[in-house]
């Protein structure tokens, strides 16, 4: 018997088929992984196009700048959800090099390395130095600090961060901040970052001008996706309260293998794929981990996220990648499409 886990993804991907999307309400939950939706903001409304129409015929023009996000690479993972994950996040690198405009910078939302290990973080680094953007961000994720409560990770990518690795900085009129809410894990797995950080980060952002766009990005959600697996951070809501008042917030994260999206007024909540391998749906299994695919579609559900900010405009475009394309005719569940659920 089918669950109602279920029933609602199924009804959303047709809903999305068919392109019902009411914007009259605000986008409440963007849900499983596939090849994503562009979206625009302009005057703090969303409007979005679907990647296929766009992506490789212009991406990225138009804007003041673009950067991409990948996450969860998890290097030194061997397991047959994905025997050789250092190929495909090499694959991503490739589509990352063959986009028709350089992007000024990549930020890797967290899990690296699958086991904190040097040699996976040496792996991680040789492959990256193949991108076209050299300047790489970091944040780490739980898999880079199982050993040594992240002192490797800190020693390669932590310099001038504080605490346990969180920073922030400026790029052309944007505001970055990366936070870690990864380093006191709560009971289920629930992501925290603590009250030494969250002053640190009343304080970074104090005395910025309001019309600052603002980005942070973190490894788990920054929102409460699906508390039985772990999926949201407890005190983000403290962290939250202090972006209320700009006008253009963007939030990244990853940890969760999938595309799933949330705005809220003008803060735009985005998880990306995983280079390496997909979780499930939430609910839609046991529990949370890897998700063994048939090999020749486990492409179509693993990349990279591609973020255009027009800043004269105020817009944002956000484009999540598969490494692999599905073929034409596919159905939905084959292309990986999203489902989207609108609250009225």
């Known amino acids: 018997m089918r669950n109602n886990k279920q029933d609602f993804i199924d009804q959303n991907l047709q809903d999305l088929n068919n392109d019902g999307v009411d914007r009259r309400g605000f986008l409440k939950c963007m849900a499983w992984a596939g090849t ?16 296929a129409s766009i992506y490789g015929n212009g991406s990225g023009k138009g804007g003041d700048f673009s950067f991409v996000q990948i996450s969860d690479s998890h290097i030194g993972f061997n ?28 930020i890797h939302t967290g899990d690296l390395t699958q086991l904190s290990k040097p040699s996976e973080f040496d792996t991680l680094d040789q492959a ?9 961000y970091f944040v780490p994720g739980e898999h880079d600090m199982l050993s040594d409560n992240g002192d490797e990770y800190l020693h390669r990518f932590g310099k001038g961060t504080k605490g346990a690795g969180w920073y922030s900085f400026d790029h052309k009129g944007v505001h970055f901040v990366g936070l870690v809410n990864v380093a006191n894990l709560k009971a289920g797995g629930m992501g925290s970052l603590g009250h030494e950080q969250l002053e640190w980060l009343e304080g970074d952002l104090k005395g910025r001008s309001a019309s600052t766009p603002v980005v942070l ?28 008042r700009f006008g253009s917030v963007t939030v990244l994260n990853g940890h969760i293998h999938q595309v799933m999206q949330k705005i809220e007024g003008k ?26 695919v048939p090999s020749d579609q ?3 559900v693993l ?19 598969p490494l692999a394309d599905a073929s034409p005719g596919a159905s939905a569940t084959e292309r990986g499409a999203d489902a989207i659920a609108i609250a009225r």
């Not at 939706?37 to 409007?47: C, D, R």
């Not at 994905?82 to 990549?106: C, E, G, R, S, Y």
């Not at 990256?128 to 790489?136: H, I, R």
């Not at 990349?303 to 990648?321: E, F, K, M, P, W």
């Open 298 to 300: 486990l492409q179509r």
């Open 267 to 292: 803060v735009s909540f985005h998880t990306a794929m995983s280079t390496a391998f997909p979780q499930p749906a939430p609910g839609t299994a046991p529990s949370a981990g890897p998700m063994k």
């Open 79 to 106: 397991k047959p959800a994905n025997p050789d994950v250092t190929a495909t996040l090499q694959t991503a690198i490739n589509k990352i090099n063959a986009m028709p405009h350089k992007p000024d910078f990549i």
């Open 303 to 321: 990349g990279i996220t591609d973020v255009n900010y027009l800043v004269s405009g105020r817009s944002l475009a956000v484009v999540d990648s």
């Open 128 to 136: 990256l130095k193949g991108a076209s953007a050299k300047q790489v």
């Open 217 to 244: 990005f973190a490894h788990i959600p920054l929102w409460t996706i699906y508390p039985d697996w772990g999926w949201g951070t407890d005190d983000s809501e403290q962290a939250l309260s202090y972006v209320k």
């Open 36 to 51: 994503g939706l562009v979206w625009t903001m302009s005057g703090g409304i969303p409007a979005s196009r679907a990647f």
